[in-house]
């Protein structure tokens, strides 16, 4: 039996569940509303203050269904009463973030600044001019967004420029060695 899949979602009261057809799911909660179809397989009971998810059968596809159903569950639950953040540093000499309204400006050693308009959901903060936090309910997309980010100019092993994840290590190299024997 799955180790994740078997643990009861803890419900607040200030959150509101509703069952569709086919196991769709909406989720209702102080910071914003869910909505997703899980998969139909997957039986989802609400018991009092918690939701279980049970499987019909221990077929490997059920199996592998069950513990994804009761993370992608917990997620928007978690979701719309805490929400999700993801924080970034900017590292590098003249490089540094600002927002304009709600786009995020980068400026990180191209000929112009990098805006990104944020999607719905989704909401940029800058603390000084080098870190970003990206902030949802829904944590693909405060994922996605971070990932995002940081793709525009990922750390380079050098000097270890570049826009990295909050506490990421990156790894250095060696620079090129200077001529020996002359």
């Known amino acids: 039996m799955s180790r994740i899949g078997r643990l009861p979602i803890p419900v607040p009261s200030s959150v509101q569940l509703e069952f569709g057809e086919e196991n769709f799911v ?3 909660g102080p910071k914003g509303q869910l909505e997703r179809k899980l998969p139909a397989a997957m039986l989802l009971e609400h018991e009092g203050e918690n939701i279980t998810v049970k499987r019909p059968s221990d077929h ?7 513990g994804l159903t009761r993370s992608l569950l917990s997620n928007m639950v978690v979701g719309v009463t805490d929400g999700f953040r993801k924080d970034l540093e900017i590292v590098g000499v003249g490089y540094r973030a600002a927002k304009d309204g709600n786009v995020l400006v980068l400026q990180v050693g191209f000929s112009h600044p990098v805006r990104m308009d944020p999607p ?3 909401n940029y903060a800058v603390e000084g001019t080098n870190r970003v936090s990206v902030q949802g309910i829904d944590k693909e997309l405060v994922g ?4 995002q980010i940081r793709r ?5 092993p050098y000097k270890g420029k570049g826009i990295r994840y909050a506490g990421e290590q990156v790894r250095r190299k060696a620079g090129k060695a200077g001529k020996a024997g002359k």
């Open 144 to 147: 996605e967004m971070a990932a």
């Open 152 to 156: 525009i100019r990922k750390p380079e």
């Open 26 to 28: 909406r989720v209702k």
């Open 60 to 66: 490997r596809e059920h199996r592998a269904l069950h």
């Open 120 to 122: 719905a959901g989704i």
